[in-house]
């Protein structure tokens, strides 16, 4: 999928956030916000199936951009991407992580609070080393010693279904586990079967910190 920017429509849509009050086409790859709390911000709405490194050069050849805003749900960046935009003064965030960011006082730097708090839990795990992040909902937990690293993606249903799980495993093929972060979630029977038979583990989260402590 090529690289578009999706300015025009973007423009409607962040116009009706509660603490947006006004929107408009700035140029062809930007949109300008402005936002109630008199701060304004350049966001550059873009579609495309993974978002590189790559591309972050590209967009902001284009302009400044306050944000890269990937707008597909079913689209991924790369954390190395994000990391990229940072160094060069911007961020890369999912249309849902820039509408949250919208309420900040500082819009940079937001990540889902179901992913953050992921995070943050594993990474205070005794077993774990280091949180390396793959993707915006998914992360590679190094553990200590000889202990092998473990792939996670991060969900989050209440009643997590066999389809959600064939969805999370299209999104992240090569993880090892598939965490529901949502504490009052639950899994069916047909959703864990599927995952026996993909050769995953689909758990919550006592459930990873607790399987954190096996080889």
């Given amino acids: 999928m090529p690289l578009n920017y999706l300015t025009d429509w973007f423009v409607p849509k962040i116009s009706d956030h509660g603490d947006v009050a006004s929107a408009s086409r700035y140029t062809p790859s930007l949109v300008k916000v402005e936002r109630t709390n008199g701060t304004s911000v350049t966001i550059a709405p873009v579609s495309v199936s993974t978002l590189t490194e790559a591309h972050v050069n590209e967009i902001l050849d284009q302009g400044n951009a306050t944000i890269i805003c990937l707008v597909p749900k079913s689209s991924h960046y790369l954390w190395s991407a994000r990391i990229r935009a940072q160094d060069l003064c911007s961020d890369v965030q999912t249309m849902s992580e820039v509408f949250w960011a919208m309420g900040e006082e500082n819009v940079q730097g937001f990540l889902s609070k179901n ?3 992921a995070r943050r839990a594993l990474g205070q795990h005794s077993r774990v080393r280091r949180v390396e992040m793959i ?6 937990l190094v553990r200590r010693g000889e202990m092998s690293d473990v792939r996670v993606s991060i969900d989050y249903g209440y009643e997590f279904s066999e389809e959600a799980l064939m969805q999370s495993l299209e999104r992240h ?3 090892d586990v598939v965490l529901n972060s949502n504490p009052n979630g639950r899994f069916t029977s047909a959703a864990l079967n599927h995952a026996e038979n993909a ?3 689909l758990l919550d ?3 990873l910190m607790g399987t954190l402590n096996n080889p």
């Fill in 199 to 201: 050769g995953v583990r």
């Fill in 205 to 207: 989260m006592s459930a």
């Fill in 115 to 117: 992913v953050s708090y």
């Fill in 173 to 175: 093929p090569q993880v």
């Fill in 135 to 140: 993707c915006e909902a998914s992360m590679r």
